[in-house]
């Protein structure tokens, strides 16, 4: 096997690791180590299939596991109830039995998607996360939050599902867009924030040529996925210090929701929102402004942005709709230095407009 890195989670519910390879091979030999399954279902969007559902079958024809393919429509505005009734009927079609597997080839879309297809068919099968972008790599496919989205709100209907593996090959991402970089750096850039030093100081040096070195994006995937691994073995499903995981996010749905889902990709919400969260901060934690700069810095270096013209009281409006809110109040996750996150601060209405509009003044 192509093997770079390995991680593991561990839950109540069972431990899976997380293969961090150069290409697919040796995916079939892993699955392999999957308790007796049947049939493997791979739930993938078409584009992804016309890269490498090819490449993937022979991999997985070698250790003679001959894979169904399903395809269904990738975008996030597809990622919707809606979809899931001909995604269960085609499974239904073919069999589908108690031991058969899901795997999940593409980013987040098709990965959160997939995962809640695999967490209620038949009252749960097993799946297999195989992330093709960045942001899936470090986030998405780690964790088993999988979802839907409902006509009111993203990722409104879902669940705790963990995967039964993690495989990420890397070679996939050589084809994502630049846009889907950004989106994946702006989480990197969360991870590094709520790690420490050690991480954050390696993305100060970043460029936007030396970001995609093989040696530098293991490092920022390694990193983030053994962050995301802790936080998630000791608190699956989220009662307490998960929701840290949620940094610069109240302030990212709130910009997602606002712009209707489109102009900004969800990592590009997020980055802004990062720059938020650490206004407040400084205004209500005392954290040091330099660390504001030092983000803007490495963000200006990866063309991820910073700041949005916005209607400071709109945008409270679209944070009102956050489901990690409780009732009235608008939570945060805030900083009280790099690597030093707290989570559930109830932030009063004057200081996010106040921050905001700081925000907006930003060069
Ligand atoms: P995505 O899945 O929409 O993929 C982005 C674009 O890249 C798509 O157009 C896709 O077709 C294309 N693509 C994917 N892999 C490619 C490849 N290797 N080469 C060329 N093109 C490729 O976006 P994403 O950023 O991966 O995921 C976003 C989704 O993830 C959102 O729905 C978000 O809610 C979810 N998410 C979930 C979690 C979680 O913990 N479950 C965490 C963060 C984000
Ligand atoms: N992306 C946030 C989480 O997985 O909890």
């Known amino acids: 096997m192509s093997l770079l890195a390995k991680n593991k989670v561990i839950t109540e ?38 890269l490498y559902y090819s490449e993937l079958e022979k991999e997985l024809n070698q250790v003679s596991i001959q894979p169904i393919p399903i395809f269904i429509k990738g975008k996030e505005k597809n990622k919707h109830i809606s979809q899931t009734y001909s995604v269960y009927n085609q499974l239904i079609q073919n069999q589908v039995d108690r031991k058969s597997l899901i795997l999940a080839l593409g980013g987040g879309v098709v990965g959160d998607f997939a995962g809640f297809i695999a967490a209620t068919i038949l009252r749960g099968i ?3 996360q195989v992330p093709t972008t960045l942001l899936a790599c470090v986030d998405s496919s780690v964790g088993g939050k999988v979802a ?11 669940c705790f599902y ?9 070679h996939t991402l050589k084809t994502l ?23 954050f ?36 499903k989220e009662n307490g210090k998960r929701a840290i995981l949620n940094l610069g996010h109240t302030m ?53 942005p910073y700041k949005i013209k916005i209607d400071s009281k709109l945008a409270l409006e679209h944070m009102k709709y956050d489901k990690k809110n409780r009732g009235d109040s608008i939570q945060y996750v805030l900083l009280k230095a790099l690597g030093e996150a707290t989570y559930g601060n109830v932030v009063h209405e004057d200081e996010i407009m106040k921050a905001i509009e700081i925000q907006k003044q930003i060069k």
Request: a neutral charge; aromatic letters at 8%.
């Open 148 to 158: 839907v989205n409902a006509d009111l709100g993203k990722n409104m209907i879902g």
């Open 126 to 128: 097993r799946y297999v």
């Open 177 to 199: 867009p630049k846009k889907e970089w950004k989106c994946g750096f702006a989480e990197v850039l969360k991870h590094s924030l709520l790690a420490g030093e050690t991480f």
């Open 252 to 304: 990212g749905h709130a910009i997602e929701s606002y712009l209707n889902y489109k102009r900004l990709t969800h990592g590009e919400a997020v980055s802004i929102g990062l720059v938020t969260a650490l206004i407040l901060s400084e205004n209500i934690l005392g954290l040091n402004p330099e660390l504001r700069e030092e983000v803007i810095w490495i963000m200006k270096n990866l063309s991820i």
């Open 13 to 50: 519910t069972g431990e899976y690791e997380i293969l961090l390879t150069e290409n697919f091979s040796g995916l079939g030999l892993e699955l392999l180590k999957i308790e007796s399954f049947t049939k493997v279902f791979v739930i993938t969007e078409k584009k992804i299939a016309d």
């Open 162 to 170: 963990q995967p039964s593996l993690v495989f990420a090959p890397l």
């Open 201 to 236: 100081n390696k993305l100060k040096n970043i460029t936007r040529v030396n970001c995609r070195k093989l040696e530098n994006l293991i490092f920022y995937i390694t990193e983030s996925v053994s962050l995301k691994s802790k936080i998630v073995s000791e608190d699956p």
